[in-house]
């Protein structure tokens, strides 16, 4: 089971990011995903989750309505799309997978499968 997260980089405060996470050694139809990230000396906290078939979605309170999770898969992707980044924005972002409940679960202790994270910083 492997989990690739890609599509971080440098932006601009009110520009935009997709990042893709790709799942290899395993279906990813049978998994929820999460987005979690990790800001410098932080904890890594909760971002976006969507379940099984994508029909739920959870997001936190600080990213609702700026970022979409998106999956298809038909294509073993989960994506991350951001909108209107802000500076608090900047964190290593991670995509995490779990196959034991479809209920999109915010801890990451609830998550077993992780990739390695793709840095994002919005900054002028």
């Known amino acids: 089971v492997q989990l690739q997260a890609s599509g971080g980089g440098l932006v601009q405060p009110g520009g935009s990011l997709r990042l893709s996470c790709a799942a290899s050694?395993?279906?990813?139809?049978?998994?929820?995903i999460g987005w979690f990230r990790q800001a410098p000396g932080k904890e890594r906290q909760f971002v976006a989750g969507?379940?099984?078939?994508?029909?739920?979605?959870h997001y936190s309170d600080s990213v609702k309505g700026r970022f979409t999770i998106s999956r298809d898969n038909a294509k073993n992707m989960v994506y991350l799309q951001m909108n209107t980044l802000k500076p608090e924005d900047t964190a290593v972002y991670f995509c995490?997978?779990?196959?034991?409940?479809?209920?999109?679960?915010?801890?990451?202790?609830?998550?077993?499968?992780w990739g390695q994270g793709t840095q994002v910083t919005v900054s002028s």
């Open positions: 969507i379940n099984r078939n994508g029909i739920r979605r």
């Open positions: 995490a997978a779990d196959f034991k409940t479809d209920t999109v679960l915010v801890s990451t202790k609830e998550y077993d499968y």
């Open positions: 050694g395993f279906a990813l139809d049978n998994y929820r």
